[in-house]
């Protein structure tokens, strides 16, 4: 449409746009999705190693439901609503909004990619967490077994079991499975 709105005229076929920053979008979105695939794995690991062997898949199940609660219920309904107030232009049907025939082009791409970008930062940051009190476990859990394992090693603990000892003795006593 060309003019103000009170005097407009329509021409048949699309408008013209010129996206110059199509380039870096493109770049900056086979990122974002790189990014977001990367982390499946180690987060399944993450589980896999942090909880024992006979949950693990009650586990790996709780974290799938709740990465699907988190992403698959609100996610439509928000981005919905991020499209919903970028449109311009509504077709009426019986006193009520139909679909959208215009929307802003420029607001509707930088709000889904800003909050494509927030929610990309918060599972980050969150992920980082996990990973840093997941080593942070790890370095206890290693620390409190070199400590057993270097008691094991003392020179009273490798002693040879005398006859009255007999397996019960020395370093065989001080073994644990």
């Not at 974290?63 to 919905?80: A, D």
């Not at 107030?85 to 077709?91: I, M, V």
């Not at 057993?148 to 079991?161: F, K, N, V, Y």
Request: charged content about 15%; some cysteine.
């Amino acid at each position: 449409m060309d003019g103000s709105r009170n005097n407009a005229t329509a021409t048949p076929g699309r408008c013209e746009i010129s996206c110059t920053l199509l380039p870096l979008f493109v770049v900056l979105l086979l990122c974002a999705m790189f990014f977001t695939f990367m982390n499946n794995v180690p987060a399944v690991e993450v589980v896999l190693q942090s909880v024992p062997a006979g949950r693990r898949t009650v586990a790996t199940s709780v974290q799938l439901v709740i990465v699907r609660l988190l992403g698959n219920i609100p996610g439509p309904v928000f981005y919905g609503y991020l499209l919903d107030r970028d449109c311009q232009l509504w077709q009426l049907e019986r006193c009520d909004r139909g679909n959208c025939w215009e929307y802003d082009s420029a607001h509707m791409s930088y709000s889904l990619f800003g909050a494509s970008a927030v929610c990309k930062f918060i599972s980050m940051v969150a992920f980082f967490l996990s990973w840093r009190y997941f080593l942070r476990d790890v370095r206890v859990s290693k620390s409190t077994s070199s400590a057993a394992d270097s008691e094991m090693m003392s020179p009273s603990a490798l002693q040879s079991p005398t006859e009255t000892d007999g397996l019960t003795g020395g370093a065989l006593a001080n073994f644990q499975c």
